[in-house]
């Protein structure tokens, strides 16, 4: 079974792309970190973020997994004892965990850094799985003969679905028993394995760029890039028996894929997984599932420095294909960069604060700017610049915070209309050219601007100001 699939930087440069789960849980274990990731909060996060970001895709239930099998039938008894192996993210050395014990629906993944052979930025794949048998039996050789098969075939097929899990096929155990006498036994065993542990680890050399949440640096390779790339290589593309099953006719040109997810999305399966025989084809494009744009998909072999991928339909198909369960995550409400069910006040200062970032684009350019912003407040909220507490009118409500807020670092809530700052007479032009919109659809009864305190004070009438929008 492989243990790892390379994952390499593309020479060249250029700008910057912007861009737990009903079933699996990808848990980290940084125990044989050496501190390039504990000592670094930000790198932690994303990759957390990637692992999060998969474990919600993935549904597959998997079984929890227990050290041993054993099964007594009066004269005979049978035993088996499992075992995994993976190798140390950071010294490269193979370590063996036993006894084996995990939770149901997780997969523990090994994590940590070493230097790597550029222009390689990391490797990742599950870890091998052993597995030690033997039965045991006394009395009357009728007894033996009787009762040693049925324990043996007992604890295999307990063995079998412990160690499955129910996930894809991942590598296969086979061997001949041999008792204490040195003697080969009348039984064997072969059968599948699922995934239960995985290992990661990043180049200690490269450049990166660390933080998930902004923009890839150019010139520097995105960390939660590669560890998502490297966490599906745990998953099995390019690692597991499931996927090997699937590829044919590797050639020098590209190689075939029989499933039929991937035929569906692309009309062929031709020419599509790469010549290295684990990953999907170099440089091949497919659609963002968090960007909803045309990307180079996060299987192919390579990225480009400066960029950032996430896993796209093409990726999640050759997943589906290998036989893990899929639920694409709820889009959710357009708009709603805070993911708390509604769209208001912060989500607008939000998108302020990330113009220029495509996370939050909302009109499919490529970018977020000004006309994401005319996106979210004219037509998602359906309301007009200078509505402060958006109740879909442009009102003395809406002068009286702005009184009450002028002078002060504020949000739109608090009145400030073109990006999150100081309340000023930018607002309050802002709020006079809007001045009596109302988008209820009834008739705004528009009445004299009044001078309280707060307003007075700003020695300005509403007529005649220039309108700046940022």
């Given at each position: 079974m492989k243990v790892s699939g390379g994952f390499v930087a593309a020479a060249v440069a250029s700008g910057v792309i912007a861009c737990p789960a009903a079933g699996l849980t990808i848990e980290i274990d940084y125990t044989f970190d050496s501190g390039f990731l504990t000592s670094n909060s930000v790198a932690q996060a994303a990759l957390e973020q990637a692992a999060a970001d998969l474990s919600e895709l993935v549904t597959t239930s998997l079984g929890a997994v227990q050290d041993t099998n054993f099964f007594d039938a009066g004269?005979?008894?049978?035993?088996f004892d499992f075992s995994y192996s993976y190798t140390n993210p950071s010294t490269g050395s193979i370590q063996t965990l036993?006894?084996?014990?995990?939770p149901e629906d997780v997969v523990r993944v090994f994590v940590g850094a070493q230097l790597l052979p550029s222009p390689t930025l990391g490797r990742g794949g599950p870890g091998g799985t052993?597995?030690?048998?033997?039965?045991?039996?006394?009395?009357?050789?009728?007894?033996i003969q009787a009762d040693t098969p049925v324990a043996w075939q007992t604890a295999k097929a307990a063995a079998e679905a412990n160690i499955r899990r129910g996930?894809?096929?991942?590598?296969?155990?086979?061997?001949?028993?041999?008792?204490?006498?040195?003697?080969?036994?009348?039984f064997s065993y072969d059968f599948d394995t699922g995934v239960g542990i995985g290992n990661v680890w990043f180049d200690t050399d490269s450049s990166w760029h660390f933080d998930h949440t902004t923009p890839v640096t150019p010139g520097k390779s995105d960390f939660y890039s590669v560890a998502l790339h490297e966490l599906i290589h745990v998953l099995g593309v390019g690692t597991a028996d499931a996927w090997d099953d699937l590829v044919t006719n590797l050639s020098g040109a590209g190689g075939e894929w029989t499933g039929p997810e991937?035929?569906?999305?692309?009309?062929?399966?031709?020419?599509?997984?790469?010549?290295?025989?684990?990953?999907?084809?170099e440089g091949f494009q497919s659609v963002s599932i968090d960007t909803g744009l045309p990307q180079e998909v996060v299987m192919d072999p390579t990225i480009t420095v400066g960029t950032r991928k996430t896993i796209t339909e093409l990726d999640i198909a050759f997943l589906a294909d290998m036989g893990w369960d899929?639920?694409?995550p709820n889009p959710g409400l357009a708009g709603d960069f805070d993911d708390d069910g509604d769209v208001d006040a912060d989500d607008i200062d939000l998108l302020f604060a990330n113009l220029g970032n495509a996370d939050f684009d909302l009109t499919d350019d490529g970018n977020a700017d000004s006309a994401d912003l005319d996106e979210l407040i004219l037509n998602i909220l359906g309301t007009a610049y200078a509505d402060a507490n958006l109740d879909m009118k442009v009102d003395t409500s809406d002068l009286a915070i702005l009184a009450a807020n002028f002078g002060t670092i504020a949000g739109w809530g608090t009145a400030n209309f073109n990006g999150p700052g100081i309340v000023n007479t930018s607002d309050l032009a802002i709020l006079a050219a809007n001045f009596g919109f109302d988008g209820t659809g009834s008739a705004l009864a528009l009445a004299a601007v009044p001078e309280p305190a707060g307003v007075a004070l700003l020695g300005l009438g509403l007529a005649g100001l220039a309108v700046r929008r940022r």
């Open positions: 004269a005979g008894e049978a035993t036993n006894p084996v014990s995990l052993g597995i030690s048998a033997g039965f045991g039996y006394g009395g009357f050789i009728s007894d996930g894809p096929v991942y590598g296969n155990l086979s061997a001949t028993l041999v008792d204490d006498n040195g003697i080969v036994g009348p991937v035929s569906a999305l692309v009309g062929s399966g031709t020419t599509v997984v790469d010549d290295d025989g684990v990953h999907i084809l899929i639920a694409l």
